[in-house]
Nanobody, 116 residues
Framework: QVQLVESGGGLVQPGGSLKLSCAAS????????MGWYRQAPGKQREWVAT???????NYAASVKGRFTISRDNAKNTLYLLMNNLKPEDTAVYSC??????????WGQGTEVTVSS
C-alpha cells in the first residue's frame, strides 16, 4: 500500500504562483509514475501532468509552459510548481501514484483558488 498526502494549496491572485507537494509513504518502490489531477467545481476530474520514474514529464495543453512537475526521490515527494495562475486553474488538486502492477493510489487533495 501507498499513502499520499498533498499540501500547499491556498488562495492566490491571478498571475501568482503556488507550489504543491505530495508526500508518499508505504510501498513507494512499487510506484513508477506519479501525476497530478484536478477537479474544478461541477466538472469532471482532469489530468494535469505526470512524471515517470525516469523523470520523463508530460503536461496537459492547458498548463504546459506554466506548470512544472518534479519529484525528489530522496524525500519521497512529488511537486507541482504552478506559475501564472489563472482563475480557471481553481480546483482541488490530487496526486496519483501508479504501481508496476497497475494499482492506482490517490491522495485526499488540496484546494487551489485563483481569485482577486
Amino acid at each position: 500500500q501507498v499513502q499520499l498526502v498533498e499540501s500547499g494549496g491556498g488562495l492566490v491572485q491571478p498571475g501568482g504562483s503556488l507550489k504543491l507537494s505530495c508526500a508518499a509513504s508505504g510501498s513507494i518502490l512499487s510506484i513508477h509514475t506519479m501525476g497530478w489531477y484536478r477537479q474544478a467545481p461541477g466538472k469532471q476530474r482532469e489530468w494535469v501532468a505526470t512524471i515517470t520514474s525516469g523523470s520523463m514529464t508530460n503536461y496537459a495543453a492547458s498548463v504546459k509552459g506554466r506548470f512544472t512537475i518534479s519529484r525528489d526521490n530522496a524525500k519521497n515527494t512529488l511537486y507541482l510548481l504552478m506559475n501564472n495562475l489563472k482563475p480557471e486553474d481553481t480546483a482541488v488538486y490530487s496526486c496519483n501514484g501508479r504501481s508496476y502492477s497497475s494499482d492506482a493510489y490517490w491522495g485526499q487533495g488540496t484546494e487551489v483558488t485563483v481569485s482577486s
